[in-house]
């Protein structure tokens, strides 16, 4: 069974920085893209980033380029995001998501594996 753990959620005032974590386990962790997403209330999931099954290549929305960064430790079956400079249009539910393929994907339809949510909050 399939499972991904984000961490690292909370309440920062604008341009803080947190580092979110997501630990995955019951895939082949080395083999699989992975995304991070984030919906807030009201509106539809939007990808923010996205890093190849071997690391070497990123992608990000444009709201956050810049700012955020993804990184992986395929020993270690682990994923980050490390938010900087935040703002409060960046308040959302941030979801790690795992993808069947080695390519980074922007598109949510692509994942097959989502953990639960972790709340970000950035206040002005």
């Known amino acids: 069974q399939v499972q991904l753990v984000e961490s690292g959620g909370g309440l920062v005032q604008a341009g803080g920085s947190l580092k979110l974590t997501c630990e995955a386990a019951g895939l082949t962790f080395s083999s699989s893209a992975m995304g991070w997403f984030r919906q807030a209330p009201g509106k539809e999931r939007e990808f923010v980033a996205t890093i190849s099954s071997g690391g070497g290549r990123t992608a990000y929305a444009d709201s956050v380029k810049g700012r955020f960064t993804i990184s992986r430790n395929n020993a270690w079956s682990t994923t980050y995001l490390q938010m900087n400079s935040l703002k409060p249009e960046d308040t959302a539910v941030y979801f790690c998501?795992?993808?069947?393929?080695?390519?980074?994907?922007?598109?949510?339809?692509?994942?097959?594996?989502w953990g639960q949510g972790t709340q970000v909050t950035v206040s002005s």
């Open positions: 998501a795992a993808a069947r393929r080695l390519l980074v994907s922007r598109l949510k339809d692509e994942y097959d594996y």
